[in-house]
């Protein structure tokens, strides 16, 4: 089927200043066209509300600690089984696998594709299983993909930091994204990790250095983020702060963006990095001090990172938020220092609406996006499975669409810590289908740079989903009537009936070659891995270019 007319739906496409008007999106060649002769395949959307595919920009699907949960969590998987889909495509087989809070590859595939998302990223991979990571995307069917490569405690990054050659720490960078096939650059508190595994308990401050070193958390992200703004990288660097889940992280998050202001940066799963201190230490609500900053500084861009009750598994490369997880809960955990890199921590956990943290982190959640004045540049996360499992990102746009039943859950929660969060004082707004559309696709696409997703304007991939309306906005969003991937209807009658390989997205910039001698001799003398074994090799589908143009972009 190369040629598709979608008929006569209520067209939300924010990126190309269309609001719920009735019209026809038309598909040729898996891409977005003026027109299509009379001929072609027509899909009645009548009375139905279309989308751009959804894209999640910030999500754990892939990598050493996604398997490593895997592994963790046979009693998880036991309990959620998945069986394999009906296709239609008989060129495809369809695999069973298992659901929960860390699905397997193919049922992740399956999963988004169900709820209409065309486009995910995974936003940690340590680069040396990056090799895995493409193996694992390569299984995962349906969604076009790819990954963010850690670097903020990199032992030969943090060596260049210390000389003060942040030159050559760009070309570090560029030679790294181009050897792992990774599309960003991602940090996760920075230093703090290197500081943990030397075995150092302590908080992470901006200023502080790392022993005797003049590596600091200051210098890290601004080292970095120079490099995504230089090298034209299509995504700035996306940073998870110091201090996650203490707290008063509230300082070190605000300090953190004050050292990038005027940069291209994005701040991740900002609710776990929006924590104020009572006289007693304990957790209050700091959300609006950071949904301010983040409203007033345009160059900033973040995410939420939203917490739903219920269990999950939490997995991030922040060993030391971790091991203090794993010792106030006495869950199960799992570390892995990865080498010379960066680390891993596992532990599952259950938010309860009854723990007032849990309450506090879903309510901080909340304000977050009901105080963000720019839907563009706050977008929606649970940092899956962190916060909660992606499948409940309908259940999320259900709370911030409709205030009846958001007061209604509200009421429900152990309200102990809520008291002067401004989700307890009552906000009133309700999103509209037109900032769904922004904080699930098209803010996504454009904080990524991907100028061919997230729209539906001619040349646009074609990705896209048509929902039934529904005043329960949960159902509907959880039950797309059709969803059309890169022109192949994958989502039929409400049914997953084609299962199509997705799309590797990866950059390849640009290298000083000169960095290379010097990285030989240095995993000749540190690495377990050969240099020469290092690089993937192999990769499916062209890189996305980069350049001067995406740097200056930023955002509107
Ligand atoms: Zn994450």
Redesign the pocket.
Known sequence: MSQLRIVGGSVYDPANDVDGDARDVCIEAGRIVADVPPSAQRLDARGMVVMPGGVDM?S?IAGGKVNAARWLLPEDHARHNAVAPTLDDRATIPRSGNDGSVPTTFTTGYRYAGLGYTTVFD??VAPLVARSAHAQLGETPIVDSGFFALLGNDDYLLRLIDAADRERAREYAAWLLAATGAYAIKIVNPAGIELWKRGARERMELDQTLGGSRVTPRAILETLADAANTLGLPHGVHI?CNNLGLPGNVETTLASMSALDGRRAHF??LQFHSYGKTATGGWRSAAREIIEYVNAHTTLTGDVGQVMFGATTTL?ADAPVEYLLHRSSGQKWLNIDVELETGCGVVPHEYRDRNAVAALQWAIGLELFLLSSDPWRVVLST?HP?GGSFMSYPAIIRLLMDRAYRDEQIAHVERKLLAGSALADGLSREYSLREIAIITRAGPARLLGLVNKGHVGVGADADVTVYMPDADRAKMFSTPRYVVKGGTLVVEEGELRRAPVGRRLYVRPAFDTAITRDLERYFDRYATVRFANYPVTGLPDDPLPVGSAMASSGVR
Request: no cysteine; net charge negative; charged share 10%.
């Open positions: 910030h754990h936003a940690s998870h991740t799963h991030t940092d962190n």
